[in-house]
């Protein structure tokens, strides 16, 4: 997703659950230049990535799972975060409840880029495109809401040039 030649454009993009933030905001900028030259003029690119405050509390996230007989537990949460630097790190752990592999934990550390609402605003207007719009993934209708309020699932409604 950093460097991308599909060789064709389309009506629109999208990328979903902090994708993007697993690149760092340098390898960030050449992903939306490469997504902009895909894109029809006025096309759609949405994109799912929490953008916060810089003192926002470490964000935790508890949920179940369940599919085909199995259950997961999973909890993700950051426990370590530069905000200046825009860095940060989290640690995920599923329990697998039921099912061939009950019993079983798997668990991962993931180094991101935090970002901040104001180092968001200025990557996207350093970029081709223009945001027009976000919405809170958290709730069902997705509400436009306000970049400034953050969140962890907000979803960026950006405008190919
Ligand atoms: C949050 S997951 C994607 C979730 C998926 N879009 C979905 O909706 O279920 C992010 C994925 O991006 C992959 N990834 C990380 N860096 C990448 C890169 N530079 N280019 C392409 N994929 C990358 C990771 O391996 C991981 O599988």
Not at 123 to 131: E, G, L
Request: charged residues 25%.
């Amino acid at each position: 997703m950093g460097k991308f030649d599909l060789g064709s454009r389309f009506d629109g993009a999208v990328c979903l659950i902090s994708t993007v933030g697993l690149l760092s905001p340098d390898g960030f900028s050449p992903h939306l230049e490469a997504a902009a030259r895909h894109l029809r003029p006025g096309a759609r690119y949405l994109v799912q990535q929490g953008v916060f405050g810089p003192e926002d509390a470490l964000w935790r996230s508890e949920w179940d799972a369940e599919r085909n007989g199995v259950k997961l537990q999973v909890v993700w949460e950051a426990f370590e975060r530069d905000a200046a630097l825009l860095q940060e790190r989290s640690r995920s752990r599923v329990e697998i409840v039921t099912g061939a592999r009950a019993g079983e934990v798997v668990e991962d550390l993931h180094a991101t880029t935090f970002w901040t609402t104001e180092a968001w605003r200025q990557a996207i207007a350093a970029s081709p495109f223009t945001q027009v719009a976000c919405y809170d993934g958290r709730e069902d209708d997705r509400p436009a809401v306000d970049l400034d309020r953050g969140g962890g699932l907000l979803w960026h409604e950006l405008v190919a040039p």
